[in-house]
Every structure is written in C-alpha cells, then in structure tokens.
C-alpha cells in the first residue's frame, strides 16, 4: 500500500495524454462533490434491497410462516407493523437507518448492528489478508509477465491469470482444504482459530476483533500461530481470485510504460533492464491497480460470503448465509445494506487516493 | 504475393467470428502462443456445448436417477467400475451429473445473456441518445449496481423471483433473471458510452438533415456501430454467468436436484465430504465449471486480440506500436464486476 501511495504524481505524467487544467475547484471541492455521491448511491441500493425483499411478502410469513399458527402469525406481524402501508414501513426503515437502528434479526432475535460488528471483523480480517496474498502474488508476477512479453514464462502466467479467475473460490478452498488439511494435515480445516485461543483472544479488553492483531497486541505467540496458520488457507483462496486481476492489470500497464520515451531515454544511458522494469516502468502502472483495488472489494466481499462457508469463517457471508437458509430476511437485509455502505465507502476513498496521487483526476 | 493474403480475411468485418478462424492458420509462428490459446478455447468450448447437446446421450444414467435393473446405487463409492467417477452421498452418479449439469449451464448462459443484452443495450441506446435528466438517473443506478458485489444482488433477486427453491424451468428463469440483472449495468455502460461519441459523429447529423427519425437513427446507424464491443462481453459475461450460478448454487439457491443437475449445488453437498477424504464429489464438478469458464474466456481474449489492430499488427511485424491499454481495460473493467 505504501508503495502505491508513494508514487510520485510526476511519474504518472507519461500515461495519458495531457489533459486540459482544471477549471477551478481544488481537492477541497472534488473530495467534498466526491463524498456528496456516496449518499445517492447508498439511497438506491437500500431502496432497491428494501422493496425487491418485500416483494417476496412481509418477513415474519416467510420466516415462520408454517411454523406458528395463522392468528399468532397475525399478531407477531401487526407487532412489528408489517400490516402497514409498504411507503410507511419504507420511511420509518429509512429513518431507522439513518440512526444506526438495523432492526432485530427474526429467527435469534439479536439486535442487527451487534451482529454485524461481530462478524464484520471476521470477514475485515479475511478480507484484509486476502488483499495482502492478491497484492504479494499478482504485482510480481506481473512484472514478470511484462518483462518476459509473449515468451514461454508470459503464457504461462496468462495461463494462470485466466485460472485464478475461472475457479470458483469455493472450489479453490476445497481443492486447498482436501490437499492441505485432510491428505498432508498441515493445515487446520476450518474455522478461525482453536477453541484456546479463541477463548483467549475474546476476552481481551477491547479487542479488535481481528485475531492476529489482537494476538500481537497481547503479545499472545501461541495463540499468534495458531491464528495465523487457520488464517493461510481461506486468504489463498480468496487471494488468488483477485491475484490474476492483478497479474493482468500489471502486466497490460507495465508494458505500456515501458514503450515510452522516457523508459527509452533511461535504457540509451545504460539503465539495466531489471531496473527499467522494476523502478521506471512500475510505478506508473500502479496508479490504475488503487482504482482496480476499489473495484475489487466488491468482488471479494462477494468472494469472502464463498469462502467463509467453505472454511466455516463465522464472518458475515457465513451469517449470511444460515440468515439465508432460515429465511430471517431482516437479517439478510442488514447484511447487504452494510455492504451497500463499506462498497460505497471504499470506493469514495480509493478515489481520493486515486486524486491525491494523480492531481488529473480532479477534474 | 503472400502479402496481401494475410489483411483481406481480417478486414472483412461482415464475416461471422467462425469464418475468420481458417485465418490463423494464415498468421506466422510469432502468433503461435495466441493461435495456441484460441484453439484450447474453442475445443474446450465446442466440448462444453457438444456435451449440454448430447447430455441425453452421453450420460450413462439419469441426473436424478437413484437405481437401476440391478437396485439401488450404493452411496459415495468411489470413483470405478459400474460408476466411472464415483457416487454421491445421496446415491447419484457423479458422471451422469456432471454431464447433465452442462445442459443446465448452458440453458442459464442463454437465458441470462439474452435477456441483459436485450435490456442493456435498449436501456443504453436510448439513455445516451435522448440524454438530459432520464440519462442521468439511469447513469446513477447503473453504477450503484455495477459497484455492488454482483453475487449479492444475485441472490437478492433469486429471493425475489422463487424464495430460493424451484423446478428446473422455474430456477433456470430465476438464476437467468438474477445474473440479468447484474449483467445489465455492464452492458448500459458500454452502449450508452458509445453512443454518446457516435451521436456527434457527422453521419448523423446527415441522418439528422434527411430527415430520419429518431429511432431510425438510433436503430441504424449507432446501433450497428455502437455494438462492435459486445462479443467481447458476451463471451466474458458467459463465463461469468457460469460462475455466478455456481455461486447461488452453493449458496442453496440452485435447482433441486430432482428436477436437473446444477455443478454448484453438487460443489456444496461435496463441501461434507472434503473433511472425511471424499474427493471425487467436489473435483468433477469443480473441474467442469473451471473447464468451461476457461474455454469461454479463452476464447474472448483471443476474439479481442484479434480484433484489435494493435495487438495484431504488433505481433505480426513485431514492432513498436502501441500496447493494447483500452481493450485490456474493457475486458479488465467487465470481469471486475
């Protein structure tokens, strides 16, 4: 990440051609216009989420619906005002959302925002190691494959690429799991961590909820490996989904750069190619990846829902999904609404990113 | 006299993507990793489609069938004798499940692409011609779907269209209504980025001066135009269609498996059998889905390459023209989503 962020503006200069200066208007005004659009985005997405699911009928029928008797259904549903008019109910969960109030989840009956701030640092966890595996695998093997451009090593990468993507990340963790875990035994199976060191890690005071940080902060080095060895499987999984995203990105920008006059100019005075690759022509090429990054999250959180039900990772996706099964469509909705809101979010800070390393981007 | 030869059969746009094939074998050796990749693609492809038409054929048993003459199948066997690749924990055959699954497949690729080209190409047509206020609505919508992970809008609206379960009609329609919607954004963008640079191009404006009307023009002459890009995302979105009916299927958003075979619904009742070393459940679907969406994009990458006269031109003279920045973009920008 830093490397990204250390680009230096000037070196970008080369990739486009020049765009006129900007009318008026500074960072100040783009981050502020910029921040404005995250709020109609949020409003589509949960107004779309809201009425398609009611389309489906009231969720205390489609959750229990069968299982009680018709006048307690009738009571339950007149409790939780779902006999009133669609527009109504439309408003007031608007207005609840706009307060922080998610609802509470049918089938356990838990309080929507709880259950999220639970799981959610489960699936940041797996989301941030994922990144991290994507980022390590994807950016060199891109150089690789631009510096070796339509040689035996290029093919085989491509190759790779198109792989990573066409395998579907639960897929990927079965192979991975049945390899790793049932054949070699090196791996754990599933979950987060053993029952030790969950305990352990949990009843820290104010824990992040992201193991290994929490394992470091307390200083806690069994419990550190343990996490860290659960950890290896399902950030390779849903690493790899996005690390051929990254190899092609890398590959297509890199050899872009490296046609131009000014690599041309360092190669004439002698400048080694390893060097051409790795400090004239790379950094550049990283400029589009932050905005590519911003697009990514939301294929991995699509990804992390995969993923964490493969290897039973009580984030999220894996609530999501028992919600999804127990037909407790209120939880369901929380879920992706807050979603909805970290997609929106990241994608307004990689755009800031985006503008601070590239001062084009402000029109 | 060879020098000619080469460009006349690349030149000729009217030719269906088909035709142009024999015309690999015109390239010279430096094109030979490409031509490589685009023949892997299309036997993989052509093996995928022969299978979804011949499945009846094909597979030795029905995708539901529990028994045979000689009784009841036994359960998760491995794979061998009378069960090439094995049984499954409720008793299928794995081979005549995989083999029936490409029908499925292909009936939802079908469905959802159709239905999302129909709709996103209208949607973008009109939106970037008329523009004004009806463009700017839809602008936004569009991008707040195409930003949201595709899988959750998926099963949003497989919640919608059957509450989850359905018959094999009913959950071909609503995992093809599912990927529609998702897919649809997609193609909005495209066309309506394209008409908007075609709608100041001179050739309609004299449209405009003869007196051709509004959908005339919109029908003809950026139609046709405006369309170039869309067997790039075709193939990108196929593949993709796969992969997202995968993903409802193991979710349990799939068809019951009385009604058809569907390769993610089978990945996730063989996710049990990881743990106790049972592995020809999950590998044969799995190897299928990864088969057919590698064929698929194998062949839109080489269909993008080949029609990009800079890629071709600088593989063919192995000079210094520049590298292929935009239509990387496009396919990077599409399989983002």
């Not at chain 2, 609503?174 to 193609?187: D, E, H």
């Amino acid at each position: 990440m830093t490397t990204l962020i250390d680009a230096p503006p000037s070196d970008a200069d080369g990739l486009l051609p020049a765009t006129k200066k900007s009318s008026g208007g500074g960072l100040g005004q783009y981050i502020l216009i910029r921040f404005l659009l995250i709020f109609p985005t949020i409003f589509i997405l949960v107004t779309m989420v809201f009425f398609l699911m009611r389309i489906t009928g009231d969720p205390i029928t489609v959750a229990m619906g069968g299982r009680l008797p018709a006048d307690q259904l009738q009571e339950r549903i007149q409790a939780a005002g779902y006999d009133r008019p669609i527009l109504v109910q439309y408003f007031e969960y608007l207005g609840q959302l706009a307060t922080g109030n998610f609802g509470r989840t049918l089938t356990d009956n838990r309080a929507v925002v709880e259950m999220l701030t639970t799981y959610g640092s489960a699936t940041l966890e797996l989301s941030i190691n994922a990144l991290l595996v994507a980022l390590l695998v994807g950016i060199p093997l891109g150089l690789v494959a631009a510096h070796r451009r339509d040689k035996a090593a290029d093919a085989v990468l491509r190759v790779f690429a198109i792989l990573c993507y066409a395998t579907p990340v639960f897929f990927a963790g079965m192979l991975l799991k049945l390899t790793f875990s049932v054949w070699l035994g090196w791996l754990p199976v599933a979950g987060r961590a053993k029952t030790p060191s969950e305990l352990a890690l949990t009843s820290l005071e104010a824990p992040t909820g992201i193991y290994w940080l929490d394992a470091l902060r307390s200083g806690n080095m069994a419990a550190l490996g343990d996490v860290l060895a659960h950890a290896v499987l399902p950030a390779v999984a849903l690493g790899l989904l996005t690390a051929g995203i990254f190899l092609r990105l890398v590959r297509t920008n890199v050899i872009g750069t490296l046609g131009r006059d000014y690599v041309e100019a360092g190669r004439s005075r002698g400048v080694s190619e390893y060097r051409l690759v790795t400090k004239h022509a790379y950094k550049p090429a990283l400029i589009p990846i932050i905005t590519v990054m911003g697009l990514q999250i939301a294929v991995m959180l699509g990804g992390a829902v995969l993923t964490e039900i493969t290897f039973e990772w009580k984030g999220l996706g894996f609530q999501l999904a028992n919600y999804l099964t127990a037909r407790d469509f209120v939880a369901v909705q929380g879920i992706v609404v807050l979603l909805a809101i970290i997609v929106a979010l990241t994608n307004f800070i990689v755009d800031i990113i985006a503008a601070l390393i590239d001062p084009r981007v402000r029109y | 006299m060879s020098i000619p030869a080469v460009p006349v059969p690349m030149e000729s746009p009217r030719a269906p993507w088909y035709r142009r094939l024999p015309v690999i074998s015109h390239f010279n050796k430096s094109v030979g990793l490409q031509r490589g990749m685009l023949v892997a693609g299309l036997v993989l492809t052509g093996a995928f489609v022969l299978t979804a038409l011949l499945a009846p054929l094909l597979a030795p048993y029905g995708f539901s069938q529990l028994s045979d003459d000689d009784g009841s199948f036994p359960t998760q066997q491995a794979p061998g004798g009378k069960h090439l690749l094995g049984t499954t924990v409720s008793g299928y055959d794995v081979l005549s499940r995989v083999i029936w699954g490409a029908q499925t497949a292909i009936l939802v690729i079908v469905v959802a692409v159709a239905m999302s080209i129909v709709v996103g190409v209208v949607l973008g047509l009109v939106s970037g011609y008329i523009g004004g206020w009806l463009d700017r609505i839809l602008v936004v919508i569009a991008d707040a779907v195409y930003a949201f992970p595709s899988l959750l809008v998926a099963i949003v609206m497989a919640i919608v269209i059957s509450g989850g379960q359905s018959s094999l009609v009913g959950g071909i329609f609503a995992a093809g209504t599912a990927i529609t919607l998702v897919f649809i954004p997609q193609y909005f963008r495209v066309i309506r980025a394209e008409t908007v640079r075609l709608k100041a191009e001179p050739f309609v404006e004299s449209a405009k001066v003869v007196g051709a009307s509004n959908i005339r023009i919109m029908s003809r002459h950026i139609y046709r135009n405006a369309t170039r890009t869309l067997p790039l995302i075709f193939t990108l979105n196929a593949s993709e269609a796969i992969l997202t009916l995968a993903g409802l299927g193991f979710l349990g958003f799939g068809i019951e498996p009385s009604s058809a075979a569907e390769w993610g619904f089978d990945l996730n009742k063989a996710l049990a059998d990881t743990t106790s070393g049972i592995w020809w459940t999950g590998l044969f679907p799995g190897m299928a889905i990864v088969l057919t969406v590698l064929g698929l994009t194998l062949v839109g990458e080489s269909i993008n390459d080949l029609n990009d006269p800079r890629l071709r031109g600088r593989k063919s003279t192995g000079g210094s023209s520049p590298a292929p920045v935009d239509t990387a973009a496009i396919a990077t920008e599409v399989r983002a989503s």
